[in-house]
T-cell receptor, first 115, second 113 residues
């Protein structure tokens, strides 16, 4: 079974600074997708960024970027120029490429942004 | 376009009672999923469906049943609720095709006393 590990239950960052959230996963599959979701206090799950395992280039979405290390099975999220609105729970997720397309989520990292 | 909706948003049950959570999506997505979210546990997959009339077990299926009689609806049932089923339940849908993300409903907070 696939497992996703987020080893940082809580992180904090000063406004305008940069923070990196870590995620590792365990799989025997060679092709899959990886995602970062944000969950603010409203509970709504919001996609932040995604990466396909076959793509070497790290994904970037505005202030959000990832460091994808396939051999190390690592998928960290970097948030640049942190804003107060970035405060939320962040979940790393692994999506299988199979019939069910199941997603496996990490336990989350709670990010606090300090003004 | 309402996206993914869940009914109800909150519910309190007594141990042994039954209830059904309704998930509806208007995006014509093939895949639908039910998760539970508990503190420190992330989201765990309960059941999922790869199309109308199909269901399959996820990581934590015990105590739950599901049905997908119509493509747009995915029902989660608790036949005899237990305090261990106190949680926030999320429904999600996924369109076919590569590289797509799941679209989530707003969640249902269920308390079993």
């Amino acid at each position: 079974a696939q497992t996703v590990t987020q080893s940082q239950p809580e992180m904090s960052v000063q406004e305008a600074e940069t923070v990196t959230l870590s995620c590792t996963y365990d799989t025997s599959e060679s092709d899959y997708y990886l995602f970062w979701y944000k969950q603010p206090p409203s509970r709504q799950m919001i996609l932040v960024i995604r990466q396909e395992a076959y793509k070497q280039q790290n994904a970037t979405e505005n202030r959000f970027s990832v460091n994808f290390q396939k051999a190390a099975k690592s998928f960290s999220l970097k948030i640049s120029d942190s804003q107060l609105g970035d405060a939320a729970m962040y979940f790393c997720a692994y999506r299988r490429k199979n019939t069910g397309n199941q997603f496996y989520f990490g336990t989350g990292t709670s990010l606090t942004v300090i003004p | 376009n309402a996206g993914v909706t869940q009914t109800p948003k909150f519910r309190v049950l007594k141990t042994g009672q039954s209830m059904t959570l309704l998930c509806a999506q208007d995006m014509n997505h093939e895949y639908m999923y039910w998760y539970r979210q508990d503190p420190g546990m992330g989201l765990r997959l309960i059941h999922y469906s790869v199309g109308e009339g199909t269901t399959a077990k996820g990581e934590v299926p015990d105590g739950y049943n599901v049905s997908r009689l119509k493509k747009q609806n995915f029902l989660l049932g608790l036949e005899s609720a237990a305090p261990s089923q106190t949680s926030v339940y999320f429904c999600a849908s996924l369109p076919t095709g590569p590289y797509n993300e799941q679209f989530f409903g707003p969640g249902t907070r269920l308390t079993v006393l």
